[in-house]
């Protein structure tokens, strides 16, 4: 059940406040027996309350008289107090992820063969997520059958789509290969997205192949992220598995160069 501690008070102030609506203006001392707060404690409580603007006091009576802030106007405040602290806290910690990320990402990792895998839609979808946001020079991306990371929109595509975006604004470059039997097959929210979301940018471009086979990213010729098809129906996704090793990647991206001269672009804009 929700109470007032919920919204930054504390028991005493809870109490205090409450036993002013049903006292109406009162005394401190009348207070400190309704609400069971101490006498020692009752005047940093309603000292506390009307900093937070949910008192109103009576100074020119003696003794001094204290009267409640209206229900709805003393939740309106206590909830724009909560948003300030909040909005307060995400700034700072948005400095802070800020400066870590500068800091982690200055150091130069080993070079060594790791890979990682995930089954699963929402897994495989992580997956490649999570690697586009590595990238930093360029993206190969390879599609020779429909792949529901890619063309789901409303379930994975617009986190993919975002990160695309966010490689070309960090200076990467977009290359995406295409077997051409796939164009046909494309929704047509994936058409009106790429055209919405990738036209201003320069370095990304789509090519198409009559003959591809193989699904794979290539993170900035360091890894390589490979579709593994479900057997029993090449349009499902099994897995996928994220290989670094940037000799295998930079031998896939030389195979990859010859094909790519030969495509012919695929206006999507």
Not at 129 to 156: K, N
């Amino acid at each position: 059940m929700a109470d007032l501690r919920d919204l930054g008070l504390s028991e005493y102030e809870e109490r205090t406040y409450r036993a002013l609506l049903d006292t109406g203006p009162t005394t401190a001392k009348e207070l400190s027996a309704r609400s069971d707060v101490p006498m020692g404690r009752i005047y940093d409580v309603l000292n506390s309350l009307e900093q937070y603007e949910l008192v109103r006091s009576q100074t020119a009576s003696r003794p001094k008289k204290y009267a409640p802030v209206e229900p709805a106007a003393a939740l309106d405040r206590l909830l724009a107090d909560k948003k300030r602290t909040l909005e307060e806290k995400k700034t700072q910690y948005e400095e802070i992820v800020a400066e870590l990320q500068g800091e982690l990402e200055s150091a130069d990792p080993p070079e060594e063969t790791f890979w990682t895998a995930a089954l699963g839609g929402d897994e495989t979808a992580a997956l490649l997520v999570e690697r586009l946001t590595a990238a930093d020079d360029r993206i190969v991306m390879v599609l020779s059958a429909y792949t529901p990371q890619l063309f789901d929109i409303d379930r994975y595509g617009t986190d993919i789509l975002d990160e695309l975006v966010a490689a070309l604004d960090r200076g990467a470059t977009v290359q995406l290969l295409m077997r051409r039997e796939l164009v046909p097959t494309l929704p047509e929210s994936i058409g009106s997205r790429y055209r919405a979301s990738l036209a201003a940018h320069d370095r990304f471009e789509v090519r198409t192949v009559r003959e591809l086979s193989g699904t794979f990213t290539l993170v900035d010729d360091a890894e390589t992220v490979i579709e593994v098809p479900h057997p029993l129906d090449r349009e499902e996704t099994f897995g996928v598995i994220d290989l670094k090793d940037r000799e295998f990647a930079t031998s896939v991206h030389e195979t990859f160069e010859p094909r790519w001269a030969e495509a012919e672009p695929l206006e999507l804009y």
